[in-house]
């Protein structure tokens, strides 16, 4: 019996979804506009996020050490910092390599080369090059490495100088983007949610009224609430998933247009791969939100009505 009445609830929702051909479709492509800027939200947070990602890797602190400061004592700095919680990665840079580093910068310029040359010994002393698991740690690394200076003896400074404040502002404003890309990309849903449910709400208030007269026969011969609900909140999901699967299906053409100009300016993301490996997860954020809002908005609007 409860299988029968099931289906009987799904039939009639279909049935109002086509029935209602015009009112069905503007709902569908309202919708398919909101699922869309919801799915290229995705794929532009992606990008961003991949591209965040890349300069994340290029800011660094660096400790430089005194010439003075033996291979044991920096390794063992090196070997404390390595343990904090806060760091992804230590670059240890001998000053043998530190030299060589010059040189090669430098190559073109051979004022420079053979005043170096003058000199009778290597007047680079050894560094680290530190990068946090997030840019906002840094403050806190820079101070645990300028904390460390006198460690090794009583008198003995081994550490010349942490360039954290030159990169502070590169760092801060980093982090700055992070937070706000965040912010912006939560408004922005939230704002789209209400949208797309005040939407599919109204286009689900217009149906019930176009069939009030028989919503009312219903509730006359005794018709439960929830199946008079039922097939408005099937018509609900039918919208935001037939909306959602368009949506997706549009995405694929799209990404493959795109996805040479995304790969050279974003080096790291390009539409197409991420669509690819990623399609199931696009499915479940594009399909799965208009399904949601559909059946959110249609139930929202049924009960409204019926206590009234």
Do not use: C
Not at 132 to 150: C, H, R, T, W
Not at 197 to 223: C, H, P, S, W
Not at 284 to 293: D, F, H, M
């Amino acid at each position: 019996m409860l299988l029968t009445t099931v289906k009987r609830v799904i039939r009639s929702g279909v049935v109002g979804f086509f029935r209602n051909t015009f009112v069905s479709l503007a709902t569908v492509l309202v919708m398919m506009i909101t699922l869309f800027v919801i799915g290229s939200t995705i794929f532009m947070n992606e990008a961003l996020t991949a591209t965040l990602d890349q300069i994340k890797h290029k800011v660094d602190i660096n400790a430089y050490f005194l010439t003075t400061a033996t291979e044991d004592q920096v390794l063992d700095i090196k070997s404390k910092v390595e343990k904090l919680p806060e760091v992804a990665s230590v670059e240890y840079i001998s000053r043998e390599e530190a030299l060589k580093q010059f040189k090669s910068r430098h190559e073109n310029d051979q004022l420079t080369l053979q005043a170096l040359e003058e000199l009778d010994d290597n007047p680079f002393g050894a560094s680290l090059a530190v990068q946090a698991k997030d840019p906002s740690q840094y403050e806190v690394i820079a101070k645990f490495l300028e904390g460390q200076v006198n460690v090794q003896g009583e008198d003995e400074q081994i550490i010349e100088k942490v360039n954290y404040n030159q990169n502070k502002t590169v760092i801060d404003r980093l982090t700055n983007i992070i937070h706000l890309v965040e912010r912006v990309e939560f408004i922005f849903s939230i704002f789209l949610i209400l949208a797309s449910v005040m939407i599919v709400f109204n286009t689900i208030r217009l149906a019930i009224y176009t069939n009030k007269d028989e919503i009312e026969v219903m509730q006359l011969v005794g018709a439960d609430n929830w199946f008079v609900r039922g097939p408005y909140v099937v018509e609900g999901i039918l919208y935001g998933l037939t909306a959602g699967v368009v949506v997706l299906l549009i995405f694929y053409p799209i990404s493959i247009y795109l996805a040479p100009s995304t790969k050279s300016f974003f080096v790291a993301f390009d539409t197409l791969t991420f669509y690819l490996t990623n399609f199931g997860q696009l499915f479940i954020y594009v399909v799965g939100s208009g399904v949601i809002l559909g059946a959110v908005s249609s139930f929202l609007a049924v009960r409204r009505y019926l206590n009234a």
